[in-house]
């Protein structure tokens, strides 16, 4: 069974100026295991995909179609009790600020071990009276918790995890508070974790040894990721599947191998176009022409059309379906794309 299954998800927001369709019919799967990458420009609305996964839409947005499947059982219907019960014990996120996300008041060995007390049955009183003690005086030491917590601090290679569990956020450096969250993400063992952007604010080295990290601890506890980036060079190395996505749409989909080989729709060969590579250093990129659109009320069909060399007039009018281009494992959502086969 697949651990999470999207199917027509449509996340809107309501504004003095419109209708914002920040999701506007995706469709994912992920298997258990598997690292799954959603790629695109800034504003395609990666992150309000994330967001709709774990129930953190706020209003004026509101998910206003389709169903989010969590091993078979959909999250649409549960109550926040529930979803709160869900949220780090099933499915956990890593968010791409550590310093927004990271409470500075508390250590970080008081954050993973909180993480760990309310999704886990381990014994620990969390009451409210409880855990305002543990805010004034610390953790006990000898707590399960933050026994734990220390284990996971060693897990992601923070160095001397015993006496830096006692740590503040800002005694961290950029590299550690990263790994801090992603030790805080694993500290239930979540069947999926969801990375939105969790290397933006770092420098080359330390991101290869975050996503280095995310690698071994998804073979070491058999977790499946979402991987959420704009930068399709941390994509081909990471994830087994990729979903180009694009104002509200994932446009196209295929194993990571094969889309970088033979990219179909015009929006991911263009953002291939635009990178610099080592392999084949060419003098001059090729910038994408005109901009992302404004989700609200966008007129064409094919959200891409305006920016699209190879566009018709038929693009701007009729919507574009999902079509094999020469795998049954690579679909494009483009009318010049595969038009022999309909998936």
């Known amino acids: 069974m697949s651990v999470l299954e999207i199917e027509e998800l449509r996340t809107h927001f309501d504004t003095d100026r419109g209708v914002v369709k920040a999701v506007d019919g995706v469709d994912l799967t992920i298997e258990p295991g598997e690292i799954v990458g959603i790629a695109g420009e800034s504003g395609s609305g990666k992150s309000v995909l994330a967001k709709s996964i774990m129930g953190l839409i706020d209003p004026p947005g ?22 709160r019960e869900i949220r780090g014990k099933s499915v956990s996120i890593i968010f791409q600020n550590p310093m927004s996300t990271l409470n500075p008041t508390l250590t970080v060995g008081e954050q993973i071990a909180e993480t760990i007390r309310f999704n886990s049955d381990g014994g620990e009183s969390i009451s409210l009276s409880a855990e305002m003690k543990r805010k004034i005086l610390g953790s006990v030491k000898t707590s399960e918790s933050w026994r734990r917590a220390i284990e996971m601090l060693e897990s992601v290679r923070i160095p001397e995890p015993s006496s830096r569990v006692s740590n503040f956020p800002h005694q961290f450096s950029g590299g550690m508070r990263q790994r801090a969250l992603i030790a805080m993400a694993l500290s239930c063992e979540p069947d999926l974790i969801i990375a939105d952007e969790p290397t933006t604010a770092l420098d080359v080295t330390i991101e290869a040894q975050i996503l280095a990290e995310l690698q071994s601890l998804r073979e070491a506890f058999d977790t499946s990721i979402l991987l959420i980036t704009h930068d399709l060079a941390v994509i081909s190395e990471m994830c087994d599947t990729v979903n180009i996505m694009y104002a509200g749409e994932i446009v196209e989909k295929a194993p990571a191998d094969r889309l970088f080989q033979s990219p179909q729709h015009p929006y991911t060969q263009a953002l291939l176009s635009s990178m610099p590579s080592i392999d084949e250093p060419r003098a001059d990129l090729e910038p994408i022409s005109g901009s992302v659109p404004d989700l609200i009320d966008i007129q064409q069909a094919c959200h891409f059309a305006p920016r699209c060399s190879e566009a018709k007039p038929e693009c701007f009018e009729i919507d574009p379906e999902f079509r094999t281009v020469g795998d049954p494992t690579h679909t494009a959502a483009c009318l010049r794309r595969g038009e022999e086969e309909k998936q």
């Open 62 to 83: 509101e998910i206003r179609q389709g169903d989010i499947r969590l091993h078979g059982e959909s999250l649409m219907a549960k109550s926040e009790k529930e979803l």
